[in-house]
Nanobody
Framework: QVQLVESGGGLVQPGGSLRLSCAAS????????VNWHRQAPGKGRDWVAS??????NYPDSVRGRFTISRDNSKNTVYLQMNDLTPEDTAVYYC?????WGQGTQVTVSS
């Protein structure tokens, strides 16, 4: 089955860190650009990170705090998120090969 499955979300205090995973099945994710997006309650889905053969890219809102990476041996892409703030609270989705995962909830709260 061709799919993406996110995991690693949860509740974290402000200033904390989380690492999200996006596991691909049914295709080789290293052959594709992979994006992470997020959607906060009542808002649209925003892009937060990309990884391609040429490197990585981030919007200003997360640059320096978020890092996207791949483990080709596990067919998985990660999003390391540091120095989290309540404004980072959202459902996080990965996208590749015209697929979306089901999302994983990240809540930043004290």
């Amino acid at each position: 089955q061709v799919q993406l499955v996110e995991s690693g979300g949860g509740l974290v205090q402000p200033g904390g860190s989380l690492r999200l995973s996006c596991a691909a099945s049914g295709f080789t994710v290293s052959r594709y650009a992979v994006n992470w997006h997020r959607q906060a309650p009542g808002k649209g889905r925003d892009w937060v990170a990309s990884i391609t053969g040429d490197g990585t890219n981030y919007p200003d809102s997360v640059r320096g705090r978020f890092t996207i990476s791949r483990d080709n041996s596990k067919n998985t892409v990660y999003l390391q998120m540091n120095d989290l703030t309540p404004e980072d609270t959202a459902v996080y989705y990965c996208r590749a090969n015209a697929l979306w995962g089901q999302g994983t909830q990240v809540t930043v709260s004290s």
